[in-house]
């Protein structure tokens, strides 16, 4: 049997089992198939423009995972379910449906000839809003960040659309630190992907261990302004080991901000680089390794955005995904995210008026001055469930492991019933 790589996204967004997609996406590919031709030269032909509607919605409705359960990036992605539907119309001649069965087995053969391409080494030019490394070198999984100084990054070659401006690569001098994160992919932009990903775990990692049990409170809060402590630059560049740009392509931060202040860590680099150390470590040995670095990523993408309600949606849907209740019943994400306090009715109570909030922030469009306030609310929460999950206190394999073990009685008396029970159970069907 072959090695599956693409599978349907079940609703929570994890991948499922293998098997029927659904009368909708049946639907879809059927449809994909039949208003399909092959050229006489061996390309695929569409009326219109309808084609791109329906590769958007399969793009959402898959995932590509690699061998070592990491997802695809997106562009890498979508280059796998392109291929894999062009293969699928040439198999069936054109002006024929598709059939979910066929296009899986056409996209698991894309993956794996992507993956058997080369992935040359990269470097990927950024900064961030820190006035020195607390090490020389920092590794993240397979890229190498180091700091640079200004005399370096400027040998890297700018692209073309940004040698008008030579500080919109990163911010200005004084402000942010050039950064060089050495990374590889089998294209553009999966390389400089990786690289982004390494630098904003950093960022996130640095941020929880920053912020974890404090609060700030602004009496008036600058509009647009996010909650995070580090950020990067404005603009992103790859380039050649040789120095010479991939390119005129760059990456760039949407909501990047020249008011930008310096991150200098409350209890000082040492002590920060400290615990950065331990939670690398950690993520290093954790079985669920892959699903926390998401959970990161996740945390510090709502830490940069500059629109608080946004901000506050994606903090509450981190909890949703670390309790395990997303899709269900909002009275069981509390009561998870609680299980761990021992005196649990006022941090309930907490919770009950953010769900309250998220509910006519959602159906009503009801926002809030306060975007910051309740933003915060829900993180205290968020980053107790992330030190938590770095010691792998329950001694778990999975992110679904620990959300069922919040799912628990709190009761002592309940839960020593349950050990019973399950104890006669394992004696009985031994």
């Not at 009561?335 to 959602?362: C, G, I, Q, Y």
């Not at 980053?383 to 009685?409: I, M, W």
Request: glycine fraction near 8%; aromatic fraction near 10%; hydrophobic fraction near 35%.
């Amino acid at each position: 049997m072959s090695r599956r790589y693409v599978f349907w996204r079940a609703p929570d967004g994890r991948a499922k089992k293998r098997g029927k997609s659904g009368g909708a996406m049946d639907a879809l590919l059927a449809e994909y198939g039949e208003t399909a031709s092959v050229t006489p030269t061996g390309g695929i032909s569409w009326p219109g423009f309808g084609f791109e509607r329906m590769e958007t919605a399969l793009r959402s409705a898959l995932v590509v995972i690699e061998p070592t359960g990491e997802e695809f990036g997106e562009s890498e992605a979508r280059a796998v379910i392109w291929d894999a539907l062009k293969e699928s119309v040439r198999r069936s001649g054109g002006k024929a449906p598709i059939s979910a069965a066929d296009f899986l087995r056409a996209a698991d053969g894309a993956a794996a000839a992507f993956l058997r391409k080369p992935s040359p080494d990269y470097v990927l030019v950024s900064s961030l809003s820190i006035d020195r490394l607390p090490v020389k070198t920092m590794r993240v999984g397979d890229c190498r960040l180091e700091r640079m100084p200004l005399r370096r990054a400027a040998s890297y070659e700018i692209p073309p659309s940004l040698e008008d401006d030579r500080d919109r690569r990163g911010g200005s001098p004084p402000l942010f630190a050039s950064m060089r994160v050495r990374t590889h992919g089998r294209t553009f932009d999966g390389a400089a992907e990786r690289a982004l990903n390494a630098l904003n775990l950093v960022r996130a990692v640095w941020s929880l261990f920053d912020t974890y049990g404090s609060r700030s409170i602004s009496l008036v809060r600058p509009a647009r302004q996010p909650l995070g402590v580090v950020h990067a630059g404005r603009y992103h560049t790859l380039h050649h080991s040789s120095g010479k740009s991939v390119g005129d392509i760059y990456w760039y931060e949407p909501d990047f901000s020249p008011e930008t202040r310096k991150f200098r860590p409350r209890s000082g680099w040492t002590e920060l680089e400290r615990h950065g150390r331990w939670a690398f470590s950690r993520l290093r040995v954790s079985p669920y390794a892959n699903e926390l670095r998401d959970l990161l990523l996740r945390y510090i993408s709502a830490l940069d955005q500059v629109n608080l309600d946004l901000a506050f949606l994606q903090m509450w849907s981190l909890l949703e995904k670390i309790t395990g209740t997303v899709g269900g019943r909002y009275d069981d994400t509390i009561r998870r995210a609680t299980w761990t306090w021992d005196k649990p009715a006022l941090p309930s109570a907490f919770l009950e008026a953010m769900r309250t909030h998220r509910n006519r922030l959602v159906h009503a469009s009801s926002s809030t001055e306060q975007g910051d306030q309740v933003t915060q609310m829900v993180k205290e929460f968020v980053d107790g469930h992330f030190a938590r999950l770095l010691r792998n206190d329950f001694d778990v394999q999975s992110l679904n492991e620990y959300s069922e073990q919040l799912s628990q009685p709190r009761d002592l008396d309940a839960l020593r019933k349950s050990r019973r029970h399950t104890r006669r159970a394992i004696r009985f069907h031994s």
